[in-house]
């Protein structure tokens, strides 16, 4: 556990060593000790909820990301051939993208994802 004195410091620069912690996996916040003195305290990451951490959901990914919804247009596609290509190109598997049923591969559709 470090605490780092950070009085003289404005808010950019003691944003730069909290983003520079979180680059090393280490917890930070911004406390005030018992000398009435602002400091960052920088400790090990122990896995625990603290005040600043995100809450990490399945994949890796915090709860508090949002989804991205789209309206998918195609033309002589079908729903999955566009999918399997936009996950291509996104370097992710298609299994992370939603859409309810198929629709016509001839057609021109429009379908939201």
Same mark, same amino acid.
Not at 39 to 42: K, M, P
């Given at each position: 556990?470090v605490d780092m004195?950070?009085?003289q410091?404005?808010?950019e /620069? %003691?944003t730069?060593? !909290? &983003? $520079? #912690?979180? %680059?090393?996996e280490?917890?930070?916040?911004t406390? @005030? =000790? /018992? #000398?009435?003195e602002k400091? $960052?305290?920088?400790e090990? =990451? @122990? ?8 809450? %990490? ?11 991205? !919804? ?5 033309? =002589?596609?079908? @729903?999955?051939?566009? $999918?399997?290509?936009?996950a291509?190109?996104?370097? @992710?598997k298609d ?5 309810a049923g &198929?629709k016509?591969?001839?057609?021109? &559709?429009?379908?939201?994802v």
């Open positions: 556990k004195g950070v009085d410091m404005s808010k /620069e %003691r730069a060593i !909290h &983003t $520079i #912690a979180k %680059r090393f280490l917890r930070s916040e406390i @005030t =000790n /018992e #000398a009435k400091v $960052i305290r920088i090990k =990451n @122990t896995g625990k909820k603290g005040k600043g951490d995100i809450v %990490r959901g399945e994949r890796g990914r915090s709860k508090q990301e949002k989804f991205l !919804h789209f309206s998918l247009y195609k033309e =002589n596609f079908s @729903t999955g051939e566009c $999918i399997s290509c936009m291509r190109g996104a370097r @992710t299994r992370f993208f939603s859409f &198929t016509d591969k001839r057609g021109r &559709t429009l379908q939201r």
